[in-house]
Structures are given as C-alpha cells and as structure tokens.
C-alpha cells in the first residue's frame, strides 16, 4: 500500500517561472490538503481539496498560487511567477474523511528552491 | 479557527531522562489530537494522537494526555534516547470539529544530550 506519493521531491526554479509539484493521495483516500513549511518553522496549512472541489482555500496567497484536485490524475499545487520568498518545502497529505477524527499522513514534501 | 500553542520551543534533556511538551486549544468543540515527528529533511509522521473521549493514551515509551476543560494536551516520552531527537507538532482539527484540516502548533525541537 503506498503512501502519499509527491514529485518532484526537489525542485529548482529561477525568479518568474512557474513550479508545478504533484501529490498523489494514499489509496483509497479523498481528501487532499497542502502545507507550507518554511525552514526552521512550522507547518502552514494553504488548502484542502476533495476530488473536483476545493473545500477550503484560506491559507492560500490570493495571487499567483492555485491548486486543483481532478477527477483522474493527482493533485497539483501550481505556483506561478515564483520568488524568493516561495522556497520552502511543500507537504501534501491525505485522509479517507475529513480530519474530524481522522489521522492524516504525510508525503515526502517537494522542496523548492527559487534562485 | 482554530487556534494552537504549543511549548517549550526548544528542549534540551539527558538521554534517559524524561521530556514533556505541552500544547493549548481554543475551540471546544475540537476532538481530535495528534502529535507528529519530524526529522530532518523528512516529513512530519504520526506517533501518537487522542481523542476527546479519553484522557491519556500510551503506546511503549510515549504518552498523550488530554485536558478538555482546560484545553490543552501533552505529549511525555519516558526514557530518551538520542533517536527520540526530532521536532515534534502538536495539532487540532483547523474547524474545531470541522473537517477542514489541522492546524498545527508551531513545533517543539528536541535535543537528546548524551
């Protein structure tokens, strides 16, 4: 049974691009939600999706990010423009439920690094 | 939202000796808690949660305890060893208990001294 499956696990990208990182959830599992952990802080909750819908994109920047969760495929967290600011890791999780009760697990993380 | 607190920022402990990192809520209706470790460079991993229908939980050397009037929950590890160093998260469900995510205390940094 795999895990919460992120790529690319390290990402490099210069002022202006655009970074694209992919999470695909645990089997079985719907519920999709995106951290932001900047270096020697914690985790910064962005979004949570369900397939097709964004439930919740409060801690999401108005500008320049967005996410969506398709029908088929993973979940992507797009960035565009990219600055410094933006390096950080990127941790997708998921859960079969919302998390009223329920254990969310962690891929790997995207790290990215804006130069 | 949610709201969580979460203390010391950094503890240092002799190896063998105990720790204890605590964390506060805001909404009563949360209830759910989990606590994540977090090495280096890996992702956050559940090692223990609780949920409001209990007061303590134990699993070998680590132990949850809850207070709801009060609010607040720790984490105890007994008898530390250097592979127990990590920064450690609490969390509560970021509705209360919504399903809308976790929010997550700002992290615990634990220093297992030989």
């Known amino acids: 049974n795999a895990g919460v499956m992120q790529n690319p696990r390290h990402l490099v990208r210069r002022r202006g691009q655009e970074a694209r990182l992919r999470c695909s959830p645990m089997?079985?599992?719907?519920?999709v939600y995106w951290y932001r952990q900047l270096p020697e802080e914690g985790l910064k909750f962005m979004v949570y999706l369900q397939k097709e819908n964004i439930i919740d994109e409060s801690g999401m920047p108005k500008e320049r990010f967005s996410a969506e969760f398709p029908k088929e495929g993973p979940s992507i967290l797009r960035i565009q423009q990219v600055v410094r600011g933006d390096s950080a890791a990127y941790f997708c999780?998921?859960?079969?439920?919302?998390?009223?009760?329920?254990?969310?697990?962690f891929g790997e993380g995207s790290w990215l690094t804006v130069v | 939202g949610e709201n969580v607190e979460q203390h010391p920022s950094t503890l240092s402990v002799q190896e063998g000796d105990s720790a204890v990192i605590k964390c506060t809520y805001s909404d009563s209706a949360s209830n759910y808690f989990p606590w994540y470790k977090q090495e280096l460079g890996k992702r956050p991993q559940l090692i223990i949660d609780i949920r409001s229908n209990v007061g303590e939980k134990k699993d070998q050397r680590i132990a949850v305890t809850l207070n709801k009037t009060a609010k607040h929950f720790s984490l105890h590890i007994t008898e530390t060893q250097p592979e127990d160093s990590a920064v450690y998260f609490c969390?509560?469900?970021?509705?209360?208990?919504?399903?809308?995510?976790?929010?997550f205390g700002k992290g615990t940094h634990l220093i297992i001294q030989p």
């Open positions: 089997k079985g599992h719907s519920h």
């Open positions: 969390a509560a469900p970021a509705g209360g208990g919504g399903a809308d995510g976790l929010t």
């Open positions: 999780a998921s859960s079969p439920q919302g998390t009223s009760g329920n254990t969310i697990y």
